[in-house]
């Protein structure tokens, strides 16, 4: 896998589509139009793939959240081999599950990394959305009630002021030792006991990207780290944010100190000591199984 599970898609999301007057009515009348139904960050999974159904086959039992939030568009599928303009793909959140023959509701966190590069990108972006159109029900500006327009991507209160979805950028760290023989994982205080990943962090207003990398660091284990390197990212809905992968450098990679707070264990590992399973690592979905695996395969630095 090139890029990380969750940053994978092949749906046109077809911004100027989604724009036009009445869109997604225009979309619902089209019997190539797909829904996605999605309960929290579930959806219905089946033989390994999302289910998307015909707007018909939708059960009128199926409770809708409350506030209620429209149908929301999400983009096209590829035009078919004659030419053809791909179907449209909306969403649609529910309050609960409900029955789909044949299928499972399986969480994103669950199965991003099964699906293929359309559905992955289906689903990541339909939680994503549907997590900012559930709390978003007021302008953060004046309280007032805001209505939905664009398809479901815009907000806009009384005083016309339009708001849009939020994303939190946070980054997440690879650190190994100067001959690249061990990398730093630790263990959070919200975890299992056991579970360890990669040290992460949000990013400060006003903060670049490497600066925050060093800064967690140091924060979360006491190291001083340098030669940040960006690695990739993806997008992780729960609720709002996205994971800008680096790696770095720890020249004096002792004494390592956890914070105690948010995190209680730090430990280098070899290469050894995770492939044992020994340690309980990060979900495949995850980026931080994605750069793990990265630095598994990759061969440690020659000594000087």
Same mark, same amino acid.
């Given at each position: 896998?090139?890029?990380?599970?969750?940053?994978?898609?092949?749906?046109?999301?077809? @911004?100027?589509?989604?724009?036009? @007057?009445?869109?997604?009515? $225009?979309?619902?009348?089209?019997?190539?139009?797909?829904?996605?139904?999605?309960?929290?960050?579930?959806?219905?999974?089946? %033989?390994?793939?999302?289910?998307?159904?015909?707007? *018909?086959?939708?059960?009128?039992? =199926?409770?809708?959240?409350?506030?209620?939030?429209?149908?929301?568009?999400?983009?096209?599928?590829?035009? =078919?081999?004659?030419?053809?303009?791909? /179907?449209?793909?909306?969403?649609?959140?529910?309050?609960?599950?409900?029955?789909? +023959?044949?299928?499972? &509701?399986?969480?994103?966190?669950?199965?991003?990394?099964?699906? %293929?590069?359309?559905?992955?990108?289906?689903?990541?972006?339909?939680?994503?959305?549907?997590? &900012?159109?559930?709390?978003?029900? @007021?302008?953060?500006?004046?309280?007032?009630?805001?209505?939905?327009?664009?398809?479901?991507?815009?907000?806009?209160? *009384?005083?016309?002021?339009? @708001?849009?979805?939020?994303?939190?950028?946070?980054?997440?760290?690879?650190?190994?030792?100067?001959?690249?023989?061990?990398?730093?994982?630790?263990?959070? =205080?919200?975890?299992?006991?056991?579970?360890?990943?990669?040290?992460?962090?949000?990013?400060?207003? /006003? +903060?670049?990207?490497?600066? =925050?990398?060093? $800064?967690?660091?140091?924060?979360?284990?006491?190291?001083?780290?340098?030669?940040?390197?960006?690695?990739?990212?993806?997008?992780?809905?729960?609720?709002?944010?996205?994971?800008? /992968?680096?790696?770095?450098?720890?020249?004096?990679?002792?004494?390592?100190?956890?914070? /105690?707070?948010?995190?209680?264990?730090?430990? &280098?590992?070899?290469?050894?000591?995770?492939?044992?399973?020994?340690?309980?690592?990060?979900?495949?979905?995850?980026?931080?199984? &994605?750069?793990?695996?990265?630095?598994?395969?990759?061969?440690? $630095?020659?000594?000087?």
């Amino acid at each position: 896998m090139q890029v990380p599970p969750l940053a994978r898609s092949a749906l046109d999301r077809d @911004h100027a589509g989604r724009l036009g @007057h009445a869109a997604v009515d $225009r979309a619902l009348d089209d019997p190539a139009t797909r829904v996605v139904a999605i309960a929290g960050d579930r959806a219905p999974v089946r %033989d390994g793939a999302l289910v998307r159904l015909a707007p *018909a086959d939708l059960p009128r039992a =199926a409770r809708r959240v409350q506030p209620p939030v429209p149908m929301s568009w999400l983009g096209r599928t590829a035009p =078919a081999p004659d030419g053809t303009p791909g /179907g449209v793909v909306l969403s649609v959140l529910v309050a609960e599950p409900f029955d789909v +023959e044949g299928a499972e &509701w399986r969480s994103l966190r669950e199965v991003g990394a099964e699906l %293929d590069d359309e559905d992955a990108g289906v689903l990541t972006q339909a939680v994503a959305l549907g997590v &900012w159109q559930r709390e978003s029900a @007021h302008s953060p500006v004046t309280g007032e009630p805001a209505g939905f327009e664009e398809s479901g991507w815009v907000r806009r209160d *009384a005083g016309g002021t339009a @708001h849009f979805p939020r994303t939190d950028p946070a980054v997440i760290v690879a650190i190994h030792d100067p001959e690249d023989e061990r990398i730093l994982l630790g263990h959070n =205080a919200a975890w299992p006991e056991g579970r360890y990943s990669l040290i992460a962090g949000f990013v400060d207003p /006003g +903060e670049s990207l490497e600066a =925050a990398v060093v $800064r967690e660091v140091h924060e979360e284990t006491g190291l001083t780290v340098v030669e940040p390197r960006y690695l990739g990212s993806q997008p992780w809905p729960f609720p709002r944010s996205l994971m800008l /992968g680096f790696e770095c450098v720890a020249p004096d990679p002792e004494p390592i100190r956890p914070d /105690g707070v948010e995190i209680l264990d730090v430990r &280098w590992c070899t290469r050894e000591e995770l492939r044992s399973g020994a340690i309980q690592l990060p979900g495949p979905t995850s980026i931080a199984s &994605w750069i793990l695996r990265a630095w598994l395969e990759r061969e440690p $630095r020659p000594r000087p």
